[in-house]
C-alpha cells in the first residue's frame, strides 16, 4: 500500500491550484492540526529564534469621533474579517464565511514562482477596544503545522477619533516552517522576501481602493514597506491625547 500523507503535512503543486474537493478535503483536517505558533506574543519576545516585522499606512479619512455604520472603519473591517485585503493571486484564503471570527480555521493558498502551496492557519484571538481617543479592532491568526512558515500574524484596524485618520496594520513574529522539498525551500528562500513586501504593499492599494480612498501618503516601496519591532511595543497607531 502506499502510504498516505499526514493530513497536517503541505499540499503542494506546480502550475495550478486546487479544486473544491481539494480545499475541502484539508479544511476538514485543519482542526487535528496543531499549532506551530508562539504560545505567546510574551513567549516569543523572549526567544530569540523568533523574527518580528511590521507594515502600517492610512488606508482612508473620515469624520472625527467613534466609528459609524457605512463609514471607512466598518467597511474595512468587513473586508478584513473576509480577507479581502489580500491579492488573491500571491495568497488565497478558504474558510467557513458562518463561522465565529474567533477559532476560526482558514486555508491559505500561498502561491510563488508557480508554485502552489495549502496552508492552514487558525484565528487565536481577536481584539477590540474603545477609548475616547480611537478605536483599535483586529485579529491574530496562528500558523498550523505544516504552515511554509511557523508564526503568528495580527491584523489591526485603528482609527483616530481626534482627525478620522483610519490606519492598518500587519504585524508577525515568524520562523521557518514547512516545505516539501530542498529545491521548493530553497526557491521559496530566495524570493521570499520579495513576495512578501509585495504582498503587504498590495494590501494597502486594495483597502485603499475598496474604500474609494483619494489624497493619502504615498506607500512605501522596496524594503521600506516593512520594518522591525520589538514585542514589547506592540501596541498600534498611538492617539494623540
Known amino acids: 500500500m502506499t502510504p498516505q500523507k499526514p493530513p497536517c503535512a503541505p499540499i503542494f503543486?506546480?502550475?495550478?491550484?486546487f479544486g473544491v474537493d481539494d480545499v475541502q478535503r484539508q479544511l476538514a483536517h485543519l482542526p487535528h492540526c496543531p499549532s506551530s505558533g508562539p504560545a505567546s506574543d510574551e513567549a516569543a519576545a523572549t526567544d530569540p529564534a523568533w523574527h518580528h516585522y511590521y507594515s502600517e499606512a492610512v488606508i482612508a479619512r473620515e469624520a472625527p469621533g467613534p466609528p459609524v455604520v457605512g463609514a471607512a472603519f466598518e467597511r474595512a473591517r468587513v473586508a478584513i474579517t473576509n480577507y479581502e485585503f489580500s491579492d488573491p493571486n500571491a495568497v488565497r484564503a478558504y474558510f467557513e464565511r458562518n463561522l465565529p471570527?474567533?477559532?476560526?480555521?482558514?486555508?491559505?493558498?500561498?502561491?510563488v514562482l508557480g508554485l502552489h502551496v495549502l496552508c492552514g492557519v487558525v484565528v487565536r484571538a481577536v481584539r477590540e477596544e474603545h477609548t475616547p481617543e480611537g478605536t483599535i479592532w483586529g485579529f491574530r491568526y496562528d500558523t498550523l503545522v505544516g504552515h511554509v512558515e511557523s508564526g503568528a500574524e495580527w491584523f489591526l484596524l485603528s482609527k483616530d477619533h481626534a482627525t478620522g485618520e483610519v490606519r492598518f496594520r500587519i504585524q508577525a513574529t515568524w520562523k521557518k516552517g514547512t516545505l516539501p522539498t530542498w529545491w521548493a525551500r530553497l526557491g521559496f528562500e530566495a524570493v521570499a522576501s520579495t513576495y512578501q513586501r509585495a504582498w503587504h504593499r498590495s494590501a494597502y492599494v486594495?483597502?485603499?481602493a475598496l474604500l474609494?480612498?483619494?489624497?493619502?501618503p504615498d506607500?512605501?516601496?522596496?524594503?521600506?514597506?516593512?520594518?522591525?519591532w520589538q514585542p514589547a511595543l506592540t501596541a498600534v497607531h498611538e492617539f494623540e491625547s
Do not use: F
Not at 503543486?13 to 491550484?17: A, E, L, P, Q
Not at 474609494?212 to 493619502?216: A, G, K, T, V
Open 219 to 228: 506607500l512605501p516601496r522596496g524594503r521600506a514597506i516593512l520594518k522591525p
Open 206 to 208: 486594495r483597502l485603499r
Open 101 to 111: 471570527l474567533e477559532g476560526r480555521p482558514m486555508l491559505l493558498e500561498i502561491q
Open 13 to 17: 503543486r506546480w502550475w495550478r491550484g
Open 212 to 216: 474609494d480612498s483619494h489624497d493619502l
